[in-house]
T-cell receptor
């Protein structure tokens, strides 16, 4: 079945550092890929998405490129802020009619001054 | 615009008591609806999903059930709560295939 693997956290960075959170997936066909962010005590918010190979999703300075050859969708940001501290989830949507999302286990990011 | 409402925000219930969590979506019709659970410090587990009124699919056999009595209403229930039912419950909707979800704000359930 479909699966998503994320790098283990927590990731601790200083403000203005470069961020990479790795995400790889296993799926049949051509899934859509997503990054969600969860701030403490809140639900998940869609951060960005990509629906086909070589697409780049971007939002709020974050970006990720759909790499079919490496089955990856790594999240990057050039300069993180304290307000970026949250848990980040990589997810894929397979080709079934119910559009179920399969999530990774999440990566906690802590940004310090 | 579409919005999703989920309530209550927090709930403390004794073991063996019943549960009813409600989720409604506004501004759309015939959405796909989902219930997820997030245990402390862990990822998200899909519990139920629905592609239409009265259509419920269960992903994990457990102490919970779901119903969809109206197009934009999704209810999560239990007749008798267990300690292991504690967690953060999230409702979500999707407008169509491969479009991603919009999540509600979640219900934090503590079973004592």
């Amino acid at each position: 079945g479909d699966s998503v693997t994320q790098m283990e956290g927590p990731v601790t960075l200083s403000e203005e550092a470069f961020l990479t959170i790795n995400c790889t997936y296993t799926a049949t066909g051509y899934p859509s890929l997503f990054w969600y962010v969860q701030y403490p005590g809140e639900g998940l918010q869609l951060l960005l998405k990509a629906t086909k190979a070589d697409d780049k999703g971007s939002n709020k300075g974050f970006e990720a490129t759909y790499r079919k050859e490496t089955t990856s969708f790594h999240l990057e940001k050039g300069s993180v802020q304290v307000s970026d501290s949250a848990v980040y989830f990589c997810a894929l949507s397979g080709t079934g009619t119910a559009s179920k999302l399969t999530f990774g286990t999440g990566t906690r990011l802590q940004v310090t001054l | 615009s579409q919005t999703i409402h989920q309530w209550p925000a927090t709930l403390v219930q004794p073991v063996g008591s019943p549960l009813s969590l409600e989720c409604t979506v506004e501004g759309t019709s015939n959405p796909n609806l989902y219930w997820y659970r997030q245990a402390a410090g862990r990822g998200l587990q899909l519990l139920f999903y629905s592609v239409g009124i009265g259509q419920i699919s269960s992903e994990v056999p457990q102490n919970l059930s779901a119903s969809r009595p109206q197009d934009r209403q999704f209810i999560l229930s239990s007749k008798k709560l267990l300690l292991s039912d504690s967690g953060f419950y999230l409702c979500a909707w999707a407008p169509g295939l491969r479009s991603g979800y919009t999540f509600g704000s979640g219900t934090r359930l503590t079973v004592v």
